[in-house]
Every structure is written in C-alpha cells, then in structure tokens.
C-alpha cells in the first residue's frame, strides 16, 4: 500500500472508522486537488476523500486543506435539497471527510464528453440542477454564514485564474483585476466553484454532482459561466467535427433561466455577469494555473487567445451572442469544413 493509503488508513483507525481486520484502500482518480480512496471494509465500501496543501498543477498552487469542511457542509446543504444530485456523507474531521461510494453503474460525463457522446439530457440535467440549488439558497442566511469562504474561493479561484491570467496578458489584465474585485463582493446564492463536466457521473436515470471544495457564498454567474466554458471548449476540441454543442449550449442556457425564475431585470444582470466570466474563463483554462489539459494543439490555444481578445475589446455581449460569435468562429477557422455527425454514436 502507497504511503498516502496507509496515512489515511491509519486516519480512519485513530477516528474508530474501520475494523481492525484486513481493509483494502484503493486509489481513485482525484484530479489536482485531492487525495481520493475508496475503502472496502468487510460488507462495507465508502469513500474517503483528503485535500492535499499543494495543488498537482506545474505552477505552485497552495490552498488550506480546511477546504475539506467546506466540502462536507456543501453536501449536507445540497443534499437536503435534491438528496439523489449528490453523495451521501458520513463522518468528518480535520484531514478528511467519508462519503458514499458510487458505483461502476454511473460514467464520467467528461470521458463521454471527450469520447464524442454527446448526450443532450446530462447538460440539461446539469442545467436545471444548477439553477435549483442556486434558487434554493439564494438569500438563505445560513448558507451565507456557513459558507463565508471568500479566502478559499481566492485560493482556489479568483487567484489561479483570474488573476494568474491576467498578469500572463497584461493588454488584457484591467479586465481580470476588475472582475477579481467584483466576484468577490458578491454574496447572492450557494456557488459550487468547479461546476464543470468532470465533476459529474452520469446515467440513464440519475446524475451525482461531486467535488465541491470551493464551495462559497457568492456570485452564481460563475457556476453557470464554468460550464458553459467547459462545453465551449469541447466543442473546439472536437473541431472540425461538428458536436452541435451550439444546440446543447442554448438548451443549458434557457433550462438554468427556467429554473432560476428570474425576473426580466434579474436575468439581464445575471446574463451580463456571466458573460464577461464566460470569456476570462475561457482564457484561464488555457493560460491560467490550471489549463485543460486535453487542449494543446497551438492553433486551438490561439483560436482562444484570439476570440476571448476580441469580445473583451468589443465589450461581449449576451450569453447567446458570445456563443454565436464562437461557432462563428469556428466555422471561419475551419473553412466551414465542420463535419456533421449526431451526438448519438
């Protein structure tokens, strides 16, 4: 067993969470952030998941591991909300909280995602989930005392990507540090902070949201702003394929609305504040802390230093006109050489 296995193992020992017997600790994928272990103990199978104080990223990224409470409260929270959207948690402690193991039956949306299957059902799963724990925890005061993590949210978010980016384009740094200083003087509803198709398993009747560690009281834009940009850039992926992530992106877009029950002037402002995170996002994802790493073609990374350049100078627009502009732009790049395919293969 690695060292980190027997760390934890030892963990659960001192917190009496384990039999004495024989217990088998086994790896799970935990991507930058985390240690993650799945635990087999007798007839018992759970996850225990720990934060690691340095990020597995190129760049040094240190984050308090007290991240992982954080974490715990968001899945309590949202829990009581729409209990079958998240893991059930068990137990909690300064080094590591437990959680319910989901089995082999649920897919990585992402791998799907990346393999090509299209599935337009998880993005509006996705959708209408956001906008219910958003609707449901805006200007709950608990949610905001609980989840007063603005240092987290900086370490883990504001920092690496807004502002690492804009130091790497100072033409483009007055944008960043703008909207740094606004995101973080916004305290509307319950922001999960990594709302992106990796963090989701998928299947034919159930769809589990899972990391929340930069879970915070804040500004809800930037959920909806971080997968969106996701699904924008799978689409560059895939390019010259055409995924029609056009339609999915317009069908996440008019679900979240839905479900919010914005007023006209609410989703107006929302849709502003999304737009502009939208376009800093996609830029952070190749430039920032934490580039996508499926992303490394240079002419891709160029088609997205060069889109979100342009919009930022021309002032964005709404959500839908920046996702014109994009398969616009996608459509130029390629010479209208965009292969169609179905979703469904």
Wanted: aromatic content about 10%; proline content about 4%; hydrophobic content about 40%.
């Amino acid at each position: 067993m690695a060292e980190a296995g027997v760390e934890i193992l030892n963990l659960l020992r001192r917190d009496n969470l384990v039999s004495e017997n024989e217990v088998c600790v086994t790896p799970l994928p935990g991507g930058v952030s985390s240690n993650v272990f799945l635990i087999q103990d007798a007839d018992r199978s759970f996850v225990v998941k720990q934060a690691l104080p340095r990020l597995k990223v190129k760049d040094l990224w240190k984050a308090d591991t007290s991240r992982n409470r954080n974490e715990y409260e968001y899945l309590r929270y949202v829990g009581r909300i729409v209990p079958e959207s998240v893991p059930s948690v068990f137990a909690v402690a300064n080094d590591y909280f437990t959680m319910e193991y989901i089995g082999p039956e649920l897919e990585s949306w992402k791998q799907l995602l990346l393999s090509g299957l299209h599935y337009p059902e998880h993005a509006l799963r996705a959708a209408k989930l956001l906008g219910t724990i958003h609707r449901e925890s805006a200007a709950d005061p608990a949610a905001k005392r609980l989840f007063d993590t603005t240092a987290n949210f900086h370490q883990l978010r504001t920092e690496p990507y807004l502002i690492t980016t804009g130091q790497r384009h100072p033409a483009l740094r007055k944008y960043f540090e703008e909207e740094a200083s606004r995101l973080e003087s916004t305290r509307e509803a319950l922001v999960h902070g990594d709302y992106s198709p990796k963090n989701f398993l998928v299947g034919r009747d159930r769809l589990v949201l899972l990391d929340c560690e930069v879970a915070w009281y804040g500004d809800p834009a930037f959920d909806l702003a971080f997968l969106l940009c996701h699904l924008l850039l799978k689409s560059l992926y895939h390019a010259p394929r055409n995924v029609h992530m056009d339609q999915i992106m317009d069908g996440v877009i008019e679900t979240y609305y839905r479900e919010q029950k914005f007023t006209a002037a609410l989703q107006q402002r929302c849709d502003r504040n999304t737009g502009r995170l939208l376009l800093l996002l996609l830029l952070a994802r190749v430039d920032g802390k934490s580039p996508v790493e499926y992303l490394n073609a240079e002419d891709k990374l160029r088609f997205v230093r060069a889109f979100v350049a342009s919009e930022l100078e021309r002032n964005g627009g709404s959500l839908r006109e920046i996702a014109i502009g994009w398969f616009r732009a996608l459509q130029r790049q390629y010479k209208g050489d965009l292969r169609k395919s179905g979703g469904r293969q």
